[in-house]
């Protein structure tokens, strides 16, 4: 059976091409679960109620929620900091809609950078809006390359992962190296969630639902799964829990 996954789509600015807005999803992730053995499914974004989105996603294997723009704050009841970018209400309706949907019809979920902290917050947490602002911001690790859009695309660190969670068993590895783009993290840990994975500096850097299967990385697995086992082997066990 070759599982399909639903891959939460983006909405993109429209062109000479396309002549509209375009729905998708980074050939990366799509790469990464077509190695993996699945069929990956771009949902197209737009508003649900709960019996559309339950419908919908009791077509689908899995779910994969991909990264992008900050979640906004006031689904975490505080007020937007100046570094927040990119918030849009209506995307955060969407990906919410089909998490829930996922959890109520008990499959799995994939929840990458801003797919982690969304869920989180979803599902009760908080976030930190950005980690510069952290009284220990001079002594982190390199969570974005730094010269950004010019320069890496991404920064690589360390992630050390906890002995026998789903991740470090994916991977066969108690440490990884991950590709990271962000300047936010997890604050507060939503119930039901367990840190597995942290970066040198101590922010969360994977985490495990207890109940449901959710895995999220706050790194992105995609960027190097071409070319490092570790990286593709998360995607590759994930397809393996649709199965």
């Not at 920064?155 to 066969?172: F, Y």
């Amino acid at each position: 059976m070759i599982p399909l996954v639903a891959v939460a789509g983006r909405t993109g600015a429209s062109s000479r091409v396309s002549r509209d807005e375009v729905a998708f999803a980074g050939k990366r992730y799509l790469h990464s679960l077509l190695r993996a053995g699945a069929e990956p499914v771009v949902i197209t974004p737009r508003s649900f109620d709960t019996h559309d989105a339950n419908e919908l996603m009791s077509r689908f294997d899995s779910l994969l929620l991909t990264g992008g723009p900050d979640v906004d704050p006031v689904l975490y009841g505080q007020q937007p900091s100046p570094h927040v970018y990119g918030v849009s209400p209506e995307q955060d309706h969407f990906e919410a809609s089909l998490l829930k949907a996922a959890i109520a019809n008990e499959i799995p979920v994939l929840a990458v950078c801003r797919g982690m902290r969304l869920t989180n917050v979803v599902l009760g947490g908080t976030l930190i809006q950005h980690l510069g602002d952290l009284p220990n911001a001079a002594s982190l690790v390199g969570h974005a390359p730094g010269e950004f859009p010019v320069g890496a695309e991404f920064a690589l660190h360390d992630i050390d992962l906890e002995q026998g969670s789903w991740l470090s068993q994916a991977t066969a590895s108690t440490r990884v190296r991950g590709a990271s783009f962000h300047h936010q993290g997890i604050d507060r840990l939503a119930d039901g969630f367990k840190a597995v994975g942290h970066a040198p500096d101590g922010l969360i850097e994977a985490i495990e639902h207890q109940t449901h299967r959710i895995i999220g990385v706050q790194w992105h697995p995609e960027d190097t799964s071409a070319t490092d086992t570790a990286q593709q082997a998360i995607y590759d066990a994930f397809v393996n829990l649709a199965r």
